[in-house]
């Protein structure tokens, strides 16, 4: 297979495809970066006034043990409220250290899940192949969003952690002699993911899988428990939670699964016109992520640790799709599906990929190689045309957002919109008094 492998990378017909891949993956990374760019919040809405307040009242006052532990709802976000310190006093509020820690972590994630692609058993053709699959599925200007916007940067930070402690937790006979140390940094690198959302607390179950389907003992098993269930006893200490009073009839059950394939249908569901394209999309894929889980992951174990990497992530995202699902079910059950969730979704369609390897490397060795690179460099041109409109659309709700912070800042803005940006008008005059007593978010778009 590898020989095959290398002929198939080195023919005529290989080489074009993957110059041709190459360029069309080049111009698909710079629309990333410029849409990064041109797309991101400068100045705080919402929840960036809430953390603004937060703030004032604990850093400021000297309250530095509680300031980043204090939950936002039902988060701790950690990651964020350091960075928010880092961007208002070294800074000034222009978003900088979000976008750098947002784009290192992207890196990271990408990167790891490249150095899995790389070192598997797959033909050196495939592993190529899949590696650009890898960076278009997940390199997106849907995506960036969860960076471009500091409040929305949470989602990639547990991302990025989770997927690294899922590489670092070196099954049996793997990792070398660095083995027992890459396992034990899968530990706190599973903590990390619990401080962009909570969400980040479903690793340890899905490390406990991925421990068992390794070929770990019992001892590593105990001490993923251990530490995970420390974790989550102290993170969800002092964390109000709403009772459910919701009914599980058949209506809900049903608003509850068309919740979850939306969820799956990102990032279609999230525009009107296409939700129910995106519906089609959540529930094939959530067919072909539940069957994949039951084969490689709990009637049998995977075939070798890049399949045991790929169901983890599975695990992950549906897991993560079912608990964010059930927390939304009665808040806002006819809005579009929030963009922001698109990575978790984008993390599983990777792991469809990798867990297609095999038959990618079957279909490349024999005759339906030209189909095969036909299908892909259309699909990579799809995405091209996908991530510049995704762009504008998210250039456009950032200007919105922009000139609504501006006319209220001015004094010309109408109730509808103080509430939109700031909550309330009290709001307003709290933040605005200090921001501009400080000098921040000057920077005008």
Sequence with gaps: MTQDGDRGLRATGGRAFFIALSIIVV??????????????LRVPVIDGVYWLFHYMDRWLTGDWRTYPWEP?????????????VVDVEWFRGNSLPFLIFGVVCLALMIGAILREVMSSALAPATQVMIAFIVVLL??????????SVPQLGVYLHTSAFFVLALVLLAGKGEGG???TASRVSALPAAVAAAFGVSGGLLAWPVLHWAAWRGGLGLRWIAAIWLVGGLLIAAYLSGISRAA???????????????????????????????????RGVGLATLGLRCAAILRFGLIRPPHDRLQRIAVGLLLFSLTTAIVIAASRLNTAPQKEMPIRYT?????????????????????WAGPKRRPLQATVLAGAL????????????????????????????????????????????????????FIHAHGLYRTDR
């Design 27 to 40: 111009i698909y990374l710079f629309l990333f970066g410029y849409y990064l760019g041109s797309t991101g």
């Design 72 to 84: 936002h709802n039902e988060h701790r976000l950690i990651w964020s409220r350091l960075l928010f």
């Design 343 to 363: 990575l978790f979704t984008s993390l599983a369609q990777v792991a469809l990929v990798l867990l297609a390897g095999p038959w990618l490397a079957r279909a």
């Design 177 to 179: 002699r660095h083995a």
């Design 138 to 147: 997940l390199a997106t200007t849907y995506n960036g969003i969860d960076w």
């Design 382 to 433: 799809l995405l091209c045309a996908q991530q510049i409109l995704a762009g504008r659309a998210g250039e456009q709700v950032v200007t919105e957002l922009t000139m609504d912070y501006r006319l209220v800042e001015a004094g010309r803005a109408t109730p509808d919109i103080v509430r939109l940006v700031f909550g309330n008008p009290e709001n307003a005059e709290k933040a605005l008094a």
């Design 244 to 278: 459910v009073t919701t009914s599980l009839d058949r209506p809900t059950l049903l608003r509850l699964f068309d919740y979850v394939i939306r969820f799956l249908g990102l990032p279609w569901s999230h525009a009107g016109a296409l939700v129910w394209f995106g």
